[in-house]
């Protein structure tokens, strides 16, 4: 039996106890292959990879790192839910509304970030290792092997190119989720050093409006025809009202269902 101690959903390697030590992530490739047999599912004609929270944060890892393309006929989406952190796409980062103890919800759904590199904060002084994976696609500690076999130019590229979803839950603005509805921080450290958001909800409203950023630099400097003829239309955002950190709540959600099945 192949078993993870930490970090499964940055697509590290299982403990080696089995005699073998493979990657989270190589589980996830094998299990979409094998769906993907046309002689095993000679009707499949859409994968789902969907997770919440620790969930969220393994589908846009994969989502990024995986080289796993659909077959003809297929279509592979991903979901990212509520994730307490991404692995941005380039070297900056959100210049972030405010580091009070709670976010305000009405303030983070309205707001428009601007972006740039961490250089020095008040609070924490200088950021170190703030680009590194999988926080980012700097590689110069170690990253898990998998991520490692793939350039970082491949791993931005592909990632632009694939059908993901970000869904917010527009109540999960606890920076350090003990209740379901999100509302209970109490006992827990703020995170004053976050370079992502200071709650569920900026980390990944930022990230989105992040992903749109590069798609028009990119698609503006002519370095990469899909994302051109893409344009922003394969990453979206499905905003699920009044629902904090609770992984029920947010897939039976009408809003995430109908995103998922837009079904007439």
């Not at 051109?228 to 990453?235: E, G, Q």
């Amino acid at each position: 039996m192949l078993t993870w101690e930490e970090e499964w959903f940055f697509g590290s390697n299982s403990s080696a106890d089995a005699g073998l030590s493979l990657s989270s992530f190589s589980i996830i490739d094998e299990m979409m292959a094998t769906m993907m047999d046309i002689d095993l599912y000679p009707n499949l004609t859409s994968i789902i990879l969907i997770g919440h929270s620790k969930g969220g944060v393994a589908a846009q890892r994969f989502a990024l790192s995986s080289s796993l393309e659909p077959r003809q006929g297929v279509t592979l989406n991903y979901y990212v839910v509520n994730p307490s952190s991404v692995a941005y796409l380039t070297a900056v980062r959100p210049v972030l509304i405010s580091r009070d103890t709670r976010c305000d919800n009405n303030t983070v759904l309205m707001h428009n970030w601007s972006f740039a590199v961490p250089q020095y904060d008040d609070a924490c002084g200088a950021i170190a290792n703030y680009d590194e994976y999988p926080k980012g696609l700097g590689m110069r500690q170690n990253p898990p092997p998998y991520v490692a076999a793939r350039k970082v130019d491949e791993m931005r590229r592909a990632f632009l190119k694939r059908n993901v979803t970000y869904v917010a839950g527009t109540a999960d603005v606890c920076p350090c989720i003990t209740s379901f509805d999100g509302t209970n921080c109490s006992g827990h450290a703020v995170p004053t050093c976050s370079t992502q958001g200071m709650c569920h909800l900026e980390t990944l409203l930022a990230f989105a409006q992040h992903v749109q950023q590069v798609q028009i630099e990119i698609a503006s400097a002519d370095t990469c025809d899909a994302c051109v003829d893409r344009a922003l239309s394969s990453h979206r955002l499905v905003k699920v009202p009044r629902t904090g950190h609770n992984h029920c709540a947010m897939f039976q959600a009408d809003e995430t269902l109908a995103s998922m099945f837009p079904f007439p």
